[in-house]
């Protein structure tokens, strides 16, 4: 099973930049998709990008298109989410999760794995 544990998280000032890391552990030979999520507090969980396993391609939500980067190091079983422009509206806990079967994206139900999150706080 994949384990997976996020790092990068932190403290910037708004319109700063900051990447977050996920480092996946064990088989991810069944990994179809990675994402990244958060959730701010007392907010629900919102998808913001994810990246399949076979292709590469790269899917972004809206409120994070131009702003927000995956990408990934299959050498090394990492995900990156790079964040630029930061907004205090991005201060929320980030969550990198791994998917297992095809489905949407942005959707957390379609995720079986999760690591334990990493805080983010951007301040104005």
């Known amino acids: 099973q994949v384990q997976l544990v996020e790092s990068g998280g932190g403290s910037v000032q708004a319109g700063g930049s900051l990447r977050l890391s996920c480092a996946a552990s064990g088989s991810t030979a069944n990994t179809n998709r990675m994402g990244w999520f958060r959730q701010p507090p007392g907010k629900e969980r919102e998808g913001l990008a994810c990246i399949k396993s076979s292709s590469g391609s790269t899917y972004y939500a809206d409120s994070v298109t131009g702003r927000f980067s995956i990408s990934r190091d299959t050498a090394k079983s990492m995900v990156y989410l790079q964040r630029n422009s930061q907004k205090p509206e991005d201060t929320a806990m980030y969550y990198c999760?791994?998917?297992?079967?095809?489905?949407?994206?942005?959707?957390?139900?379609?995720?079986?794995?999760w690591g334990q999150g990493t805080q983010v706080t951007v301040s104005s």
């Open positions: 999760a791994e998917a297992q079967r095809s489905g949407h994206c942005f959707d957390a139900d379609n995720y079986n794995k």
